[in-house]
Nanobody, 124 residues
Framework: QVRLVESGGGLVQAGGSLRLSCAAS????????MGWFRQAPGKEREFVAA????????YYRDSVKGRFTIRRDNAENAVYLQMNNLKSEDTAVYYC?????????????????WGQGTQVTVSS
């Protein structure tokens, strides 16, 4: 089994920064991509960013490009999301996830393992 535990969420003013961390344990592999998703109240869960396991290629949703950076540390089995210049619309519960296959994906349904989530609240 795979266990994912997120941390680093909190309350921040607009324009501020937060760094989310996700620690993976169990039957994980550095070959697998890892992703970050978020879900705001009353909305569908949406893709935020992902990083491949092999080349380290990254993908971002358009609204966070230039503000968020995803990074992974394979030695630590961890993935991080640095979030700068936060906006009120970034308020959501943030989840890290691992897909069913080694392929990187932006689709929620392609991910099999999820953390419990960490709340990010941006005040305007």
């Amino acid at each position: 089994q795979v266990r994912l535990v997120e941390s680093g969420g909190g309350l921040v003013q607009a324009g501020g920064s937060l760094r989310l961390s996700c620690a993976a344990s169990g039957r994980t592999s550095s070959r697998y991509a890892m992703g970050w998703f978020r879900q705001a109240p009353g909305k569908e869960r949406e893709f935020v960013a992902a990083i491949s396991g092999s080349s380290g290629s990254t993908y971002y949703r358009d609204s966070v490009k230039g503000r968020f950076t995803i990074r992974r540390d394979n030695a630590e089995n961890a993935v991080y999301l640095q979030m700068n210049n936060l906006k009120s619309e970034d308020t959501a519960v943030y989840y890290c996830a691992i897909p069913r296959t080694e392929q990187i994906s932006t689709l929620t349904d392609e991910y099999a393992y999820w953390g419990q989530g960490t709340q990010v609240t941006v005040s305007s």
